[in-house]
């Protein structure tokens, strides 16, 4: 008889049960809701923040259903967009400028689903509606920015040999050293071919002057402009969480191009602000010969900066390096105390200056400053204990590991590498993606009911059966995209919708081949058993080339190919176990038990 052991119809049991509780939070909607993040790295969302959001909410009479610390940000969430949007006013108002407070949308799960960390899937941009950029980066100013750096890298080597030399100039990608004669071209060549491995060097003579080409070398070129995509990347990841997007896409796309898509966010004007913004870095001396007084312009030659703890100092107006002379900045620990610090890598020029400032200036306090729109802020003012040599700095002081990864991060990527252009912006409503939800749930719907009809109808009680476990695909299916937290888009619902087609044609086989069995005279019960077994290695050969299919497709595919692969992977897994484990444990449930079976409903 056809019977599955108590272990196995449990593991079924349960993992729909599992299924059915992480599907669940996406049938609950969303509200409106405000989002509070700290705009400065030296502020943090607590506790005392929280408080002053509920206070500043209950003082205007704005009930929230729902207030929540929530990583580095506070959420709170209304019933309505009018409460949604008195409250960012007046949220706005009470915090000042040190807070970007942002519109977002906060799912209307139960508390006790989100303990379980089930989660409604994202929506894209074609679903929810927002704004989607195509930037350009400007690689010929990339480029130029390097061959500047070099430039005056190339006069501190050869001051610092001593070699003596004219003159250096640009003639497009091409450093042009002038010399007095060749003994000292030949000597300038020996040392600059040491420090220089980037460039090629070549010898030529123009009239009195004996000159030194230095010509970047193509891989270098490449690896200077693939690196100012990336610190590009990482510098809009980083502006963009003041946005408060839920889930932002920024990817590079072909060499130059960077694609920025802010699902949810309306507000054309402020996100080209935070995509377009510049911000550099500056170190300089710390004043302690005067002191800051409130209201007073500062001394002359001093500038005064808000600081970490939310004070001010007074600055010297002198800049000692810029964030340009930075390679690298990566969080660590301290090896005297092993507290958390950042270590920071200087270029060749950059070192050298810091080891003369650091040289000259022992017992004093250096300050280093973000400039961004014309506001700077002191990241940290650590002490000058000795001379810093060989271009490797360590910021140290009462730092918790977040904060050291992201004053790391700030001095990674606080400024773009190179300008960037908006060659492409596109609007999408929220209204449009609301269209386009109800039209995909709707095509979802419509091929469900109308292949749920067609198996009914053909194969009776057997479809009915196919139906249920077609019904568990889309359950489990659902629930895995879920549980991934998958930004679901039209592709991604045309891959749903696509799996439901290919899934039924597993239990069409199971259905044909029990037929089948049954026309050559077999019992009812060896009929199901033959039927299944005989179809399941048809069935995992079409699966798994359709597997392969999908494979490819994520793997060379971009954007929406890949979300309507990722959908289509899933749902061949979820079809297989849905067709073979679920429908077989169904049939046996209702036929199984019956010894002496004479027939089966199956047209």
């Avoid at 010898?203 to 010509?215: I, Y």
């Avoid at 003369?356 to 002490?383: H, Q, S, W």
């Amino acid at each position: 008889m056809n019977r599955y052991p108590l272990w196995k119809n449990l593991l079924i049991a349960f993992v729909l049960l599992i299924g059915l509780i992480y599907t669940l939070p996406n049938f609950f909607g969303e509200s409106p809701a405000v989002q509070v993040l700290p705009l400065r790295s030296n502020i943090k969302a607590d506790t005392a923040l929280l408080g002053k959001v509920e206070d500043t909410l209950k003082a205007a009479s704005l009930n929230a259903d729902m207030i929540a610390l929530d990583g580095n940000s506070i959420k709170a969430r209304f019933t309505d967009t009018d409460a949604q949007l008195k409250a960012k006013d007046v949220l706005v108002a009470q915090l000042g400028e040190d807070y970007v407070v942002a519109l977002n949308l906060l799912p209307r799960s139960p508390n006790w689903l989100t303990n379980l960390h089930a989660l409604p899937m994202y929506l894209g941009l074609d679903l929810r509606g927002g704004v989607h950029f195509l930037l350009q980066v400007d690689m010929k100013t990339a480029l130029d920015k390097a061959l500047e750096a070099a430039s005056g890298d190339v006069r501190s080597a050869l001051r610092e040999e001593r070699i003596s030399y004219s003159g250096v100039n640009r003639d497009g990608k091409t450093l042009q050293v002038k010399f007095r004669d060749a003994a000292a071209r030949s000597k300038g060549e020996e040392k600059l071919k040491q420090s220089f491995t980037d460039y090629a060097f070549a010898n030529k003579e123009e009239g009195s002057d004996f000159l030194l080409l230095a010509s970047l070398k193509p891989e270098a070129e490449h690896r200077i402009q693939e690196a100012a995509v990336q610190q590009n990347l990482l510098t809009l990841r980083n502006r963009v969480n003041e946005l408060g997007v839920a889930e932002p896409v920024i990817q590079q796309q072909g060499a130059d191009r960077v694609v920025v898509q802010l699902p949810g966010v309306q507000d054309t004007a402020r996100a080209k602000d935070i995509l377009g913004r510049t911000a550099t870095l500056e170190v300089r001396l710390v004043d302690d010969e005067h002191q800051v007084v409130e209201g007073e312009p500062a001394p002359f030659g001093t500038e005064q900066f808000k600081n970490a703890d939310g004070g001010y100092l007074l600055v010297k107006k002198q800049v000692i390096l810029t964030g340009e002379r930075i390679n690298d900045a990566q969080p660590g620990f301290d090896n005297r105390n092993n507290e958390p610090a950042v270590h920071i890598n200087l270029d060749g020029a950059g070192a050298r200056k810091f080891k003369d400032a650091t040289r000259e200036n022992v017992g004093k306090r250096m300050a280093i400053i973000l400039f961004e729109k014309g506001r700077g802020e002191i990241v940290t003012a650590p002490v000058i204990r000795e001379e810093i040599g060989g271009g490797r700095v360590q910021i140290s002081g009462k730092m918790t590991s977040e904060e050291a990864q992201n004053t790391a991060l700030l001095l990674r990527a606080g400024a773009l590498a190179a300008p960037m252009e908006i060659v492409e912006e596109r609007t999408i409503g929220p209204s449009l993606g609301a269209d386009n939800i109800a039209r995909g749930f709707n095509s979802t719907k419509i091929g469900f009911m109308m292949i749920s009809v067609f198996m009914v109808a053909y194969y009776l009680m057997f479809g009915t059966i196919s139906v249920l476990a077609l019904a568990a695909n889309l359950l489990l299916l659902v629930a895995l995209l879920s549980m991934l937290q998958a930004t679901l888009t039209l592709p991604g619902m045309a891959g749903i919708a696509l799996t439901l087609g290919m899934a039924i044609d597993s239990n069409v086989l199971i259905n044909e081949r029990i037929r089948e069995e049954l026309r050559n005279g077999m019992t009812p019960q060896a009929s199901i058993t033959a039927g299944y077994e005989n179809a399941f290695a048809t069935i995992v050969d079409s699966n798994i080339t359709n597997l392969i299919a999908g494979i490819a497709l994520f793997l060379f595919g971009s954007g929406p190919i890949k979300g309507f692969a990722v959908v289509l992977c899933l749902g061949i897994l979820t079809s297989m176990f849905s067709a073979v484990l679920v429908s077989r444990a169904i049939v046996n449930l209702i036929y199984g038990r019956k010894a002496r079976l004479t027939s089966v409903s199956i047209g």
